[in-house]
């Protein structure tokens, strides 16, 4: 059993390596564009990636769904994270105002 501590650093590991996943019509990665809402983790460090995408209908949502499992494998393989599912969610909808002051800038988005 993990203490608090150690399971918010897990998840901090694990945004650091959702960091790497870019949104492929963005070109920004999906924790600065907003779209991971939650990071859950269960008593075996089983990972559970609560997120969103832009648009419901995603063309590329498997593509990004993918790209996820992927940049958490190197978790996995060290053994830090035990298995991976993504949940996809559509509530609360994604916003603009849901992005980084870094994703607004790189994408010419104003502050309103």
């Known amino acids: 059993m993990s203490t608090e501590q150690e399971k918010q650093q ?11 996943v870019i ?4 070109g920004v990665d ?28 995603c063309p590329l ?7 996820v499992k992927e940049a958490l494998s190197e978790l996995t393989e060290i053994g830090d994270i035990g298995e991976v599912e993504v949940d996809i ?3 609360p909808p994604w916003s603009k105002s ?6 607004k800038i790189a994408l010419g988005v104003h502050e309103s």
């Open 10 to 20: 897990t998840k901090d590991q694990v945004m650091g390596q959702l960091e790497q």
């Open 23 to 26: 949104d492929p019509e963005l």
């Open 30 to 57: 999906i924790v600065n564009l907003g779209l991971v809402y939650e990071i859950k983790l269960d008593d075996e460090n089983n990972v559970t990636v609560v997120m969103t995408l832009t648009a419901m209908g």
């Open 61 to 67: 949502a498997g593509e990004i769904h993918r790209s």
């Open 89 to 91: 969610v559509w509530n």
């Open 98 to 103: 849901m992005m980084s002051r870094y994703a």
